[in-house]
C-alpha cells in the first residue's frame, strides 16, 4: 500500500484498512474497524 501511496500520492485522499481490530493510524494509513465503514 506504501508504493501506491507514493506513486499516486497527488490523486488520493486518505488511506484506509479495513480490519476487525481497534482503530488505529500507523505511518499515515487509517487501520478502521468493520463496524465504522458506514462513517466514511
Known sequence: ????????????GESYIIHPRNLAVKEGIICIPTYMTMML
Open 1 to 12: 500500500m506504501n508504493a501506491f501511496r507514493e506513486k499516486y500520492k497527488q490523486r488520493i
